[in-house]
């Protein structure tokens, strides 16, 4: 309950004409692209290289110097693709408790690559503007605003100019992978997830011919 008033909070005050022109082209995509596919992923790890003061407010630790995190929480996918099945755009939304377990989010556009398949398996990579954003945590006590996330009433938020994606894929069918990601969409911390892929469209226009390709997509 407390995520959901947070998210519409923070759509009201990023405005909802931001998100329209994401509904737009999600639905334009639909219309216009052949091989699109939706994924469903679970947060379950994070990992952060950087000290920090308030560590002591990280209910979330797993590790005593802080380095491992449990962050809980889902992640939706959707991705059509531009050129065959080598270019794509995506577009994901992030819902999770943070290191300090409270509820925030993040939403995040990016053009991703096909780096590599054969076989069963496939790694993708993708980059693309990130917007990270929690419930605000000046309900600390010891909490101290440096300047690192822009404040908008009870929500803290942080643009990033460059979020990413490392995506692992294993097929099960024509219709059906397994899929692993690791994420950069949060400051200063990489995510790990493992869910399901969906194929809504695999037919592929102007397809190149692949000897080393175990299935049709």
């Known amino acids: 309950m407390y995520l959901s008033a947070a998210l519409i909070r923070f759509i009201l005050i990023m405005k909802v004409k931001h998100f329209s022109i994401l509904l737009f082209f999600l639905i334009t995509s639909l219309l216009l692209f052949a091989q699109n596919n939706v994924s469903f992923k679970v947060l379950w790890l994070g990992a952060t290289p950087y000290d920090s003061e308030y560590k002591h407010l990280w209910e979330n630790n797993l590790t005593p110097n802080g380095k491992w995190i449990f962050q809980p929480g889902i992640v939706l996918h959707y991705e059509f693709f531009i050129l065959e099945l080598d270019h794509s755009i995506r577009f994901q939304e992030g819902i999770l408790l943070d290191v300090a377990a409270q509820p925030s989010a993040f939403t995040h556009i990016g053009y991703r690559v096909r780096l590599f398949k054969k076989?069963?398996?496939t790694v993708n990579f993708g980059l693309?503007?990130?917007?990270?954003?929690?419930?605000?945590?000046?309900?600390?006590d010891d909490y101290q605003d440096h300047g690192d996330m822009e404040i908008a009433g009870n929500i803290e938020y942080k643009f990033l100019p460059i979020g990413f994606e490392l995506e692992y894929d294993f097929y099960v069918s024509n219709k059906s992978d397994i899929s692993l990601s690791f994420y950069y969409m949060q400051p200063k911390t990489i995510s790990l997830s493992i869910g399901y892929k969906y194929?809504?469209?695999?037919k592929i226009k102007h397809k190149k011919k692949c000897n080393t390709c175990y299935y049709n997509r």
Do not use: E, L
């Open 119 to 121: 076989w069963r398996n």
């Open 128 to 140: 693309g503007p990130t917007i990270f954003y929690r419930s605000s945590w000046k309900n600390f």
């Open 199 to 202: 194929w809504i469209h695999t």
